[in-house]
């Protein structure tokens, strides 16, 4: 009762997994990757252990091929499931079975597969392949490109409820204990696929890799920019100066950690500011 795309992108070593449903959080039994193994999406009469039994024997070096065509064999409900695989390496593989309600196929390609059930029609997933194919940015951008696109030719033909991104990647996860380099859901809501995207892009602001091309030294005008955002946030009650002394950074540092932005005001070096951290203050704390 889903859509859903899995793909792995070797240029960042990551996996993962985006889907939509008109079913309440449809990721949480969906969705399912793991860093060095691969990623797998279980939906229709979604079968759950195919998801971390899955991970398990592609871990261990099994293609995808072999473990879907394995759990398959084992699993007397086959007619009614639908499988995408991607593992370690990109092999691909997915199922559709016979009796999984109409519209459902799937589409594979190099290194994802698209599939889906109680769709409008075989156009979603046409849309979500193209989509994904010409999309620019990192895996989950892409992810999320052919998602919005499947949805918005038609999606699942009962409507709108939930949606959901994962990415994996070794080390990815905050603090980089873990493989959870994204993991959104929107799980009741009706445009969810939308409202995940906003998800992705704070993700991207508030974890994102700073660029050092878009540091920009803070100089009079800018400090005295700075200080009225601290003022109009609330975190100093002190009227802008133009001077960025020892306060006037303290002061802003309380606010980068108010706002989350630690990743992007690394300590060490107060002389300058992210672009795009500036860009989200300013939208934040508008001057009147």
Partial sequence: MTFSIVAYEPAEAAWG????????????????????AGAVATQASAKLPFGPRGLKHMAQGVSAGAVLAALLREDDGG????????????GTAAHTGAECLSWAGHRIGAGFTCQGNILTGPEVLEAMETAFLSAGGELADRLHAALLAGDRVGGDRRGRQSAGLLVVKAGGGYGGDNDRYLDLRVDDDPDPVLRL???????????????PA???????????????????????????????????????????????????????????????????????????
């Fill in 17 to 36: 997994v985006a889907v939509a449903s008109k079913f309440l959080a449809a990721a949480a039994v969906v969705s399912w990757a793991q860093a060095g």
């Fill in 79 to 90: 007619l009614h499931r639908q499988v995408g695989m991607v593992d370690a390496l990109g």
């Fill in 197 to 211: 995207g906003g998800l992705l892009r704070a993700h991207h602001l508030f974890f994102g890799q700073v660029n």
């Fill in 214 to 288: 878009d540091r920009l030294p803070i100089d009079d005008a800018l400090a005295r920019e700075l200080r009225g955002i601290c003022l109009r946030a609330g975190v100093t009650e002190r009227n802008p100066g133009g001077e960025w002394d020892d306060e006037a950074r303290r002061v802003f540092e309380r606010l980068a950690g108010a706002e989350n932005l630690e990743e992007r005001w690394p300590a060490g070096d107060e002389t300058a500011i992210d672009g795009v951290a500036l860009a989200y203050l300013r939208e934040r704390f508008p001057a009147s």
